[in-house]
């Protein structure tokens, strides 16, 4: 969609360094090689347009089976002190290297693309200070698990979390990535690590050393002051810190290992483990990778297997060639694993499970890093677990989610004991990283007579046009599309999984809104009541037909709405079925920004408690958009079916150019309108 955006701009080439990457389109079903070749058959029209448009308009293209976005970024791109976008919300992956790496939607891309100053409101600064050592089963993902209990999903936002203290230096360079790659759970701008000798070392053996040996000269420059202070200050004893379990549904209801048990039989949740899985771009390192196989490695030697379906994904084809070569995917394989190709997999969705029927409630543990409702596997009774890939691999072993690898036994086919000793393997491997294939693609110097073709019959892809502009009037008489109850994320609001193939083509995509959220009327999904005809449907079917009928509507939500993957089609999707407005109790950043770039008004209750005054069959109106500006209330008018009136104060925090996008339609067309074009 970035790219799709980018054309649209009318612009004749990038302006900055900048790479494509698709890795959310490979289906996991069977293994590695034989999935990825279908997705290349499947998806063929779409890479296709991918490698095109990265030719003509100067963009690198990483092709289908590279790895994902995360994981190549953190073995190419980025480095100490550089400043990054990438529209991921886990983007923030590259803090392991000390870069300021921060997730964002694609029309934020395209402004950089296209040399436009990127903007951001300016964060606060959280400090977690790290004392003692890792060590044991403790493991950096343990890190974030624990400060995700502590913060929760929403305690991060605005906020920039930079770690420091003793303890930096006992967890290695991709730790310290996972650890920031999964402060988008907590709802942090980015995440950051001080630079030091444990990110010289991946450096060079990325045949990087130039930049390490930069890095080092300027050391002083890449670490926080000595005295610097905090707008929150939080202690984490490494030495003292438990191995964590988080879930089920959300990334932040943590668990120290020694308690999950009795939690889950009180909660009952599934204890039998039906599917263990390790990888992903939080968990896919070289020594992730290392240490789960040492395990699978011990029980191996008792004639253990996993009980548990075990499923391994290497976060790219460098990680990828370098464990088939030094032993770690056969001894995984060894236990029942099946390696999956380099891509994102079931983390987004892109699974293809058929253990279970869906409504069937099971349990599942990943080294993933987020377990919102259905997003694994698009069953929302699968509890999903997220914690280290050393405990996957013990508990799937296990079979058992109240196993405590600390603590507990198995019992081998022999009818011995066996207990699991901790976890160990090398960080980095000893020979270097062997870097398999290679699947970069570059660009030539000059583009211009380069086509890129879409077929208008495509269902896979189609060429954007521009939404309409703002008629200068207040919005008014608005029905409500859908008052939504409880948690609502991206994938709430678009779902991935099956839905990503239409990702290129956002009408059909749109056939995805808001089907996970929750109608506070009736407790369901994807179930509303058409206000015009008095009949229930589909949420994007009722939306379609309001546009048709030329109403326009909101959305209603409560807090953190929009949390989770940058996903801007969950903004896009809005705008196109004809939305106005999205109003909330709080808004997560990267969709709050998303919703501004297409022109659409996000808007907070001042007086949350106003969530209750509009109901499902409210018509809203809001009022003096004509003095619309920075910190100035927007008047919302609450008409009910008695036909009695409320009105109430709604907070926004656009500036003044972010108002322009609201009045052109869009921030794209109002670019258009700044070049002329």
């Avoid at 011995?416 to 393997?425: A, E, L």
């Avoid at 949420?539 to 801007?568: C, I, L, M």
């Amino acid at each position: 969609m970035a790219m799709l955006q980018f054309i649209s701009s009318g612009l004749p080439r990038v302006a900055v360094p900048s790479t494509i990457h698709c890795d959310h389109l490979i289906e996991a079903q069977s293994g590695g090689t034989e999935d990825l070749a279908r997705a290349k058959e499947t998806n063929k029209e779409v890479y296709n347009f991918l490698a095109s448009s990265g030719s003509k308009y100067g963009v690198g293209f990483w092709k289908p089976g590279s790895g994902i976005i995360h994981q190549i970024i953190l073995e190419n791109y980025a480095y100490p002190g550089v400043l990054l976008i990438g529209t991921d919300s886990h983007t923030p992956n590259g803090g392991g290297l000390g870069g300021l790496c921060i997730g964002v939607g694609g029309a934020d891309a395209v402004d950089v693309m296209a040399n436009i100053p990127w903007e951001l409101k300016c964060p606060k600064v959280i400090g977690v200070k790290l004392t003692g050592k890792l060590g044991g089963w403790t493991s950096a993902k343990d890190v974030i698990l624990k400060l995700a209990g502590i913060l929760t999903v929403k305690g991060g936002t605005g906020a920039i979390v930079e770690y420091f203290g003793p303890g930096v230096d006992s967890i290695s360079c991709t730790g310290m990535g996972t650890i920031c790659n999964m402060g988008a759970e907590i709802g942090a701008t980015t995440s950051v690590f001080p630079f030091n000798d444990r990110m010289y070392e991946y450096l060079v053996s990325t045949n990087r050393k130039g930049i390490a040996d930069l890095a080092k000269q300027y050391r002083q420059m890449l670490a926080a002051d000595a005295k610097a202070e905090y707008d929150q200050l939080i202690e984490i004893d490494l030495s003292t810190l438990e191995p964590h379990v988080n879930g089920p549904f959300t990334p932040d209801l943590a668990h120290p290992i020694s308690q999950l048990g009795e939690a889950a039989r009180k909660a009952g949740w599934p204890l039998d483990i039906k599917v263990g899985l390790i990888g992903s771009c939080t968990n896919s390192s070289y020594e992730d990778m290392s240490h789960a196989a040492s395990l699978a490695k011990q029980a191996s030697s008792k004639g253990l297997r996993s009980k548990a379906q075990f499923t391994v994904t290497p976060g790219s084809e460098q990680i990828r060639a370098t464990i088939e070569r030094d032993g770690q995917a056969q001894a995984l394989r060894d236990i029942g694993g099946v390696v999956l190709a380099n891509a994102c997999g079931p983390c987004i969705g892109q699974w293809k499970r058929t253990d279970v029927k869906k409504g069937e409630k099971n349990t599942i543990v990943s080294s993933y890093n987020r377990n919102f409702t259905a997003r694994n596997d698009a069953n929302p009774a699968t509890h999903a677990f997220v914690t280290s890939p050393e405990l996957v691999t013990a508990m799937a072993i296990a079979g058992r989610l109240d196993f405590n690898p600390l603590t507990d036994s198995l019992k081998a086919p022999d009818g011995s004991t066996f207990k699991f000793q901790p976890p160990s393997g090398d960080t980095l491997p000893q020979r270097g990283f062997d870097p398999g294939e290679d699947t970069y693609q570059g660009f030539p110097k000059d583009g211009k007579k380069l086509k890129v073709d879409v077929d208008p019959k495509s269902n896979r892809l189609q060429l954007l046009e521009p939404f309409d502009k703002w008629d200068g009037k207040d919005l008014t008489d608005m029905l409500v599309l859908i008052k939504i109850k409880g948690k609502c994320t991206t994938d709430h609001i678009s779902p991935a999984g099956p839905w990503l193939k239409y990702r290129g083509h956002l009408d059909n995509i749109s056939n995805n809104m808001c089907i996970g959220a929750i109608n506070s009327e009736n407790g369901e999904a994807n179930k509303i009541k058409n206000l015009l005809t008095g009949e229930y449907g589909k949420t994007p079917d009722v939306a379609r037909y309001y546009k048709s009928k030329g109403k326009k509507w909101v959305a209603v939500g409560e807090d953190n709405y929009g949390e989770g993957s940058s996903r801007e089609h969950a903004a896009l999707e809005p705008r196109h079925l004809g939305g106005r407005a999205i109003i909330v109790k709080s808004f997560a950043r990267i969709h709050e920004t998303n919703l501004k770039k297409q022109g659409l008004l996000p808007l907070t209750f001042e007086n949350p408690a106003d969530y209750d005054k509009i109901k499902p069959d409210s018509r809203i109106s809001l009022l003096g958009l004509k003095e619309l500006a920075p910190g100035k209330p927007v008047v919302c008018e609450v008409t009910q079916t008695d036909g009695k009136k409320v009105r109430f104060n709604l907070r926004h925090t656009m500036n003044e150019g972010q108002i322009t996008w609201f009045r052109a339609g869009s921030a794209l067309n109002r670019m258009k309108e700044i070049s002329g074009k």
